[in-house]
């Protein structure tokens, strides 16, 4: 059983920085990939889109939008994951998603197929202008 809890949300000034956290339980470090999806609040009926994730190799994925300004790592011995977020604008406003079990490609490109993942519940980061 694959559990998670993200936390760390919060609200910052533009330009700001921000890390979150998310503890995870019964992950297969072996298949697909753990990481970080948002949702932009009152936009629930579009799909949560990929942020960052890395794979068993500790290899890194990064969708475009947050490249240079992200950084996903993992803490195995903790069973933990973190985002730092570097100069954070309003448009990160969103929910932050821990997610693991999904296709490491979801978050780098657009796809034409659906996916299954293991979803946490979620940690608000507001981003003021």
């Known amino acids: 059983q694959v559990q998670l809890q993200e936390s760390g949300g919060n609200l910052v000034q533009s330009g700001g920085s921000l890390r979150l956290s998310c503890a995870y339980s019964g992950i297969d470090y072996s298949r697909y990939c753990i990481g970080w999806f948002r949702q932009v609040p009152g936009k629930e009926r579009e799909e949560r889109a990929g942020v960052a994730a890395i794979d068993s190799d500790g290899s890194t994925y990064y969708a475009d939008s947050v490249k240079g300004r992200f950084t996903i790592s993992q803490d195995r011995s903790n069973d933990a994951l973190y985002l730092q977020m570097n100069s954070l604008n309003p448009e990160d406003t969103a929910m932050y998603y821990c997610?693991?079990?999904?296709?490491?490609?979801?978050?780098?490109?657009?796809?034409?197929?659906?996916?299954?993942?293991?979803w946490g519940r979620g940690t608000l980061v507001a981003v003021s202008s």
């Open positions: 997610a693991a079990d999904f296709p490491c490609e979801v978050v780098t490109r657009p796809i034409n197929y659906k996916y299954n993942a293991v």
